[in-house]
């Protein structure tokens, strides 16, 4: 079992629709990330968590430490915001990685 | 400014062969992590330096191997390739590493072994 899991594996929206991403992980960490990765492999660092919220023009990101759950939102979802957005926690001197969130936006 | 920059972009090699990466870090960054992508999965972490000195290490086996030389650029050695070393290799610059807001991720190498 991975100890950073992500879901849904796969999304897809209309434009204009709230977008939900959900990362669960299992072991005690100090910092969680969220990336965004294009086609291509360029990968985007959008929010660094280690408690509460964080808010970004339409991204908001939010962390609850007690039960190790974050959830990466997309108010007004716009087909440029299609990719893969993955979550990455700090494990001691390590970095997990979920599978990542595959992101497709329908105009 | 400049951004992280990799070369080369694209690399082939056959099973045995070594191979060197290389990444040049944000201007002022101290830290270089390195990471494995293989097709449709996550990254997954190599090894990190800061200011020269290994700073974390991932479960990869002693065949991948880094420096970080005094102007923070870095370099990612593989020697007796696998096929299964087939990914986009990324690097990453901060300042600090991962308890910092922000990495400044590069554009990869993609190395195909044959």
């Known amino acids: 079992k991975n100890e950073v899991e992500q879901s849904p594996q796969n999304l897809t929206a209309q434009e204009g629709e709230f977008i939900t991403i959900n990362c669960s992980y299992s072991?005690?960490?100090?910092?969680l990330h969220w990336l965004q990765q294009h086609p291509g492999g360029g990968i985007v660092s959008l929010f660094m968590?280690?408690?509460g919220k964080k808010k970004h023009g339409r991204l908001i990101a939010t962390i609850n430490i007690q039960e190790k759950h974050s959830s990466l939102h997309i108010t007004a979802s716009h087909p440029r915001d299609s990719a893969v957005y993955i979550c990455?926690?700090?494990?001691?001197?390590?970095?997990?990685f979920g599978a990542g969130t595959r992101l497709t936006v329908k105009p | 400014e400049t951004g992280v920059t990799q070369s080369p972009t694209h690399l082939i090699k056959t099973r045995g062969q070594q191979v060197t990466l290389r990444c040049s870090s944000q201007s002022g960054h101290n830290t270089v992590s390195w990471y494995q992508q293989a097709l449709g999965q996550g990254p997954q972490f190599i090894f990190q330096y800061y200011r020269e000195e290994e700073n974390g290490r991932g479960n990869f086996p002693p065949r991948f191997s880094g420096l970080q030389f005094p102007n923070y650029s870095s370099e990612l050695n593989v020697n007796a390739l696998e096929l299964d070393d087939s990914a986009l290799y990324l690097c990453?610059?901060?300042?600090?590493?991962?308890?910092?807001?922000?990495?400044?991720f590069g554009p990869g190498t993609r190395l195909l072994v044959l």
């Open positions: 968590l280690s408690s």
């Open positions: 990453a610059s901060s300042l600090g590493g991962w308890n910092q807001e922000t990495q400044y």
């Open positions: 990455a926690v700090k494990y001691n001197n390590d970095m997990r």
């Open positions: 072991v005690g960490i100090s910092a």
